[in-house]
Structures are given as C-alpha cells and as structure tokens.
C-alpha cells in the first residue's frame, strides 16, 4: 500500500474547543469536513489520547476555528503541543465566549457545534456536530494543512489523525548548511548557527531546546 498518495487529500488547520466548570480547553485539528447542508453538519477527529477528547464526550458540545495563514502560529505551538490538562493555552490567546463556547479571535471565524452522533475507531473518535452558530471575521486566506508544512515548515502532533513516522531528518550535500531542531514540535532550522536569540515559530521554545541534527 502506497500510503504516501493520501497526502493529496486536502484539510485545514483548527482549533477545537471546549469548556467545563469554567476551565477552557482545546486542541489542533486537521480532519474536519462538512458532511451535510441541511441541518449544517461537520466531522471532526480527535485521537483518545488528546484531553479535549473526553470533554467533549461529557459536554456534547464543541466549537471550531478556522485558523488563517498569518494566525499567530504560537497558537498552534500551544495548542498542538501541549496538553489542556497541564496548560491553560487560553491565558496568551485573544478569544471571547459564543454561547458559553470559547472561540480564536486570531482565525477566519468559527462554528459552534453540538454533539449528535460519534464513531469510534482503534485511535480517534469521530464526533458529527450540528452546528448551532458560526460567524465570520474576515476574507483572509485559511490556512491550509499544506501551507502549514510548506511555507511555516511545521511538523504533525503525534496524535494528529495524518501523522506519519519520520523515519530519517534529510540532509543536503551542502556540508556548510547546519539544522537544529526543536525538541517540542520539529521545526528544522538551517544555517549556519543557530542565533542565541532565535525563538521556534512554531512553539516558540528557545534556541537551548533545539538539537543539531546530521
Ligand atoms: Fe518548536
């Protein structure tokens, strides 16, 4: 099986949200589609192991924000990397409330959703949303899971539902080009050193948590 020809199918980039007893919770996702016009309904994929996952299973309820190609990808960083459990990934981000729902003021807009129906599988449960509410903030292009990978060289979450193994860093036979590599989401950065100052775009770790690769 050549797996590699289901890097053609496209997705987004989003942040799925939740909230109980006041405390606000979410995650990165990039399997989300709409499956019907009429009731709005959408698909959404989130691996077991994501904190997210069991709030939305007790609270029936979820919202989604379509992140933007120039969102903060510190959002990301937090969002994709980290665990609500031990974070409050709200305390840095611009979001307001939308029917008790926190939602990304940084994105194209987002959609509230309540849970009608979920499915599981061996890693993911896919959760069917009837969405509820939704509203737009502006024409700005959404990110796109290849724009992500592209153009911000970001790198997938393990528990993200298209993660694959990297089996080997690829090296170039410039000897004089170096990479370093953040230790919390992959980011790869070349040159010749790597600058004291440099901060990861994508996480925003420091320069001490990156390691030189071969
Ligand atoms: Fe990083």
Redesign the pocket.
């Known amino acids: 099986m050549d797996r590699k020809v289901l890097r053609n199918l496209s997705y987004g980039v989003y942040v799925v949200t939740t909230i109980k007893d006041d405390n606000k919770i979410g995650c990165i996702a990039n399997s989300i589609m709409q499956v019907t016009s009429d009731p709005v309904t959408v698909a959404v994929s989130i691996n077991h192991d994501n904190y997210t996952n069991g709030i939305i299973n007790e609270t029936g309820k979820f919202a989604v924000s379509i992140l933007k190609e120039n969102s903060d990808s510190k959002i990301i ?1 937090d969002f994709g ?1 980290k665990s609500s459990k031990d974070n409050d990934k709200f305390k840095t981000v611009d979001y307001k409330e939308v029917d008790c729902m926190p939602v990304i003021m940084d994105s194209c807009g987002y959609f509230i959703c309540k849970v009608i129906d979920k499915v599981e599988t061996t890693t993911h449960t896919v959760f069917i949303g009837k969405v509820i509410n939704a509203d737009g903030y502006t024409n700005d292009n959404p990110m796109t899971y290849k724009y992500y990978h592209e153009k911000l060289k970001g790198t997938s979450p393990k528990n993200a539902p298209t993660y694959e193994e990297e089996k080997e860093v690829k090296t170039d036979n410039n000897k004089n080009t170096k990479k370093w590599k ?6 790869v950065y070349e040159g010749d050193e790597l600058p004291k100052d440099f901060v ?6 420091p320069h001490t ?1 990156f390691y030189e690769v071969d």
């Open positions: 960083g990397f953040c230790k919390v989401c992959g980011y990861c775009p994508i996480c925003g770790q948590e």
